[in-house]
């Protein structure tokens, strides 16, 4: 397995038939803060990554969250529909490394309230749904 083997992601996860579930801790420099991160691959579906902690809307400050979808809460590191992730690619080469980038666009953001990332934003009424199983894998960690 991949994310186990590639140190920019070494964490724990759970591989079962139809796709998988990875948690791992990111810093997107030295001196940010360390993030508790949940990967979601659902087989057919592209990787949803989520930031379990801290709180992404607590740090915000009441401020709408940029570059994310919601329900649940998760990073925007896609357009939809261009095929910029296919399913033979590798998620650490891919979600791991783009989701390190967000979140170092988001620090900035924090301090800036720009964002300087680029891309295109999704609308924030976008509520995609997903399944119990996604939402049940998403919840907080147990400590």
Known sequence: MFLRANPICTGT???????????YRDRP????REYFMRIIFQRGETPSVFVVDPDLAALAGGR?????YHD?????LTLPGTR???????????????ATTWLYYFEDWLISD?????????DPTDNERYGRRVRRATRQPRI
């Open 64 to 68: 709408p969250l940029p570059h994310v």
């Open 13 to 23: 996860g759970q591989l079962h038939a139809t796709g998988l579930t990875w948690d």
């Open 72 to 76: 649940p809460l998760r990073l925007c």
């Open 84 to 98: 910029e992730w296919t399913g033979t690619m590798r998620i650490d080469q891919t979600f791991v490394p783009w």
């Open 114 to 122: 720009e964002w300087k990332g680029g891309g295109k934003h999704p």
């Open 29 to 32: 420099t030295p001196l940010s």
